[in-house]
DNA sequence: AATATTTTCAACCGCATTATT
DNA sequence: CAATAATGCGGTTGAAAATAT
């Protein structure tokens, strides 16, 4: 055996506590041996992802050469606590990948940082986090977005994983629940704090540099306008969770990190992945669609990059010629346009509490709750219990994603490019048809135009809709007030021919990352619209792009 | 009581960054 | 200055525990 071996740990044993040490040492391997033999050596367990010196010397991975005790995964036992606790009292903190060499102790060294700061560090708080705790972490989730080992900096005695884990719990609970994730007081607070760059409760110091961060190099945002784009959403939470604060938006001059570019340094993050799929490829953005609800459900909403698209195009400042996008990562051929210099190798985070202005209230006062991501998912890939026939669906009835299908059908027929118009055309004599009546139109004109109604839609959508399991047939049809305004926001092409024009800018075949706002719609159990269906739509907008990527994986998988 | 499903959380993994050689 | 090692971080996984059926 070479270093790191029993051995050689019992030579280096050279005080009491040290041959105390070197006992547990070879008890510990006793130990391991025995569990080796009872579990029949569960090959998982050895550890692939540390590089281990003495293991690159050995030939590598799992190689057991020589004697090379492998290194070990999974749960640590009480031995190893008692080697790797003895080592750091002996010596100190750090230089973990010689925990191994000095105690032969078989964990990499991540894995022994990681024991220790999870678990034996003494300064570590046991137990549930008291309420204090987790206000605090609210508050700096909302600051911050996902930094736990920020956040975890500013709780004593907790750990980043613990954070994390807290976090995630407390998302999926709160969603479920159909809860706001965040209280509305800390949102109040939140915005308050943001809109007069103050800190918003009695942080620390370094929370507030974690506020400069979040005004610098955390955003690390260019200067960018987006005082004229706003993202409005209904009350669901997860539009909610996807919007940027306006004041951050305020610091911008175009709109370009609506689609934020790739930074070759960095890995991708998904929701990089995600934006960027849209804008470089559309058979990526199709298969995102297709995933949507696996996003939606468990990934977006701790991704405070993730932009939902499309409400630029409302912006008043006419950013948008022609539907393209100026100075962004539009689609251009199938091609993100990266002749324009966006971010550089910035960084693109945000906090998580990003809300507007105008949905400041909502979030308040709404409690409706986003259906739950089984019943995302349940919406996004079942097909509808009573499925109309496609052909004869009016748009009429309930909708963007339904239009769309209605149209796309058509247009397949009658190859009519790939401009909107004809939906819009199919929709806006829905509107104009339809019945119902609704309070929030008039609100998107009063209020200029900053209100999408698509995002009014697509939140109404995500927030308001009960999954497919619970509803059938005519129980869909609502004659509540309450429920025509649902519906309402699901034929919310407006009579307004401004609006509509607006909407017409949207080139699909320009901006398939707009496609994926369709999602939203996707959730829409009544538009008794089937993925093929979905699909034939999105063929017939995206074209050949989506029959030779998405295509030939579509016809594979079925 | 048995089984299925859901939740929790410790640990892994891959990548980025920083330090060292 | 490049290569390598060490460390840190955040996302994800999967086994065990808890809960529901």
């Known amino acids: ?200 409760c009695p942080l620390t110091v370094e929370a507030s540099q974690h506020d400069n961060l979040l005004q610098t190099d955390q955003f690390d945002i260019q200067d960018m306008d987006f005082k004229n784009v706003k993202f409005h959403h209904g009350p669901s939470q997860v539009p909610a969770i996807l919007d940027i604060p306006e004041n951050l938006f305020e610091q911008c001059s175009d709109s370009s990190h609506l689609f934020p570019t790739i930074y070759p340094s960095k890995r991708l993050r998904e929701s990089e992945i995600l934006c960027n799929s849209f804008g470089s490829c559309t058979a990526n953005a199709l298969q995102l669609f297709d995933q ?41 051929n199938g091609n993100v346009s990266s002749s324009v210099p966006l971010f550089g190798a910035r960084k693109l985070e945000l906090p998580s509490l990003q809300y507007t202005e105008t949905q400041h209230g909502s979030w308040v006062t709404h409690g409706s709750p986003l259906p739950s991501l089984e019943s995302v998912d349940t919406l996004i890939q079942s097909p509808p219990v009573e499925s109309i026939p496609s052909d004869l669906i009016s748009p009429q009835s309930s909708g963007l994603l339904e239009a769309i299908v209605y149209n796309s059908k058509s247009m397949k027929d009658s190859n009519t490019d790939l401009f909107f118009p004809v939906i819009t055309g199919a929709s806006n004599e829905a509107a104009g048809s339809s019945t119902l009546n609704h309070p929030y139109k008039t609100e998107w004109e009063e209020q200029g135009e900053s209100n999408s109604p698509l995002g009014q839609s697509a939140a109404s959508v995500m927030t308001d809709y009960t999954p ?43 901006r398939p990352d707009a496609l994926f706002d369709l999602a939203w719609f996707g959730s829409n159990i009544e538009c008794g619209i089937s993925q093929s269906d979905l699909k034939d739509a999105l063929s017939a907008l995206l074209g050949e792009d989506y029959k030779s990527n998405f295509g030939e994986d579509s016809k594979g998988k079925q």
């Open 292 to 332: 949507y609800g696996n996003y939606i459900g468990e990934k977006i909403y701790d991704h405070p990059r993730f932009y939902p698209p499309f409400e630029s195009v409302h912006n008043t400042s006419n950013q948008f010629h022609g539907g393209n996008i100026n100075g962004s990562h539009a689609m251009l």
């Open 1 to 200: 055996m070479g270093c790191g071996c029993v051995q050689c740990s019992i030579q280096e044993c050279d005080s009491v506590s040290g041959v105390a040490a070197c006992f547990l040492t070879l008890y510990f391997f006793i130990l391991t041996a025995m569990s080796s033999v009872t579990s029949g050596g569960d090959n998982r367990k050895i550890y692939r992802g540390c590089r281990s010196s003495s293991l690159d010397e050995e030939g590598g991975v799992g190689g057991n050469m020589g004697g090379e005790v492998p290194l070990k995964k999974g749960p640590w036992t009480a031995a190893e606590d008692a080697i790797l606790l003895e080592y750091v009292n002996k010596h100190g903190q750090g230089n973990w990948n010689a925990v191994q060499k000095y105690s032969g102790l078989a964990r990499c060294g991540k894995s022994c940082r990681l024991r220790w700061a999870n678990h034996l560090r003494p300064d570590l708080k046991k137990g549930a986090f008291t309420q204090e705790e987790e206000n605090r972490i609210l508050e700096l989730h909302a600051k911050m977005g996902n930094k736990w080992a920020r956040m975890a900096a500013e709780l004593p005695g907790r750990t980043d994983n613990e954070i994390k884990n807290y976090w995630n719990t407390r998302i999926k609970r709160m969603q479920r629940a159909g809860l706001p994730i965040y209280p509305p007081e800390l949102y109040e607070r939140i915005l308050n704090g943001n809109q007069e760059s103050q800190n918003i």
């Open 468 to 510: 497919i399991s619970s509803v059938d047939g005519p129980q869909s049809i609502e004659t509540t007030q309450d429920h025509d305004d649902k519906l309402e926001a699901l034929t919310w092409f407006p009579n307004s021919s401004r609006k509509k024009e607006k909407w017409e800018q949207i080139d699909f075949s320009q």
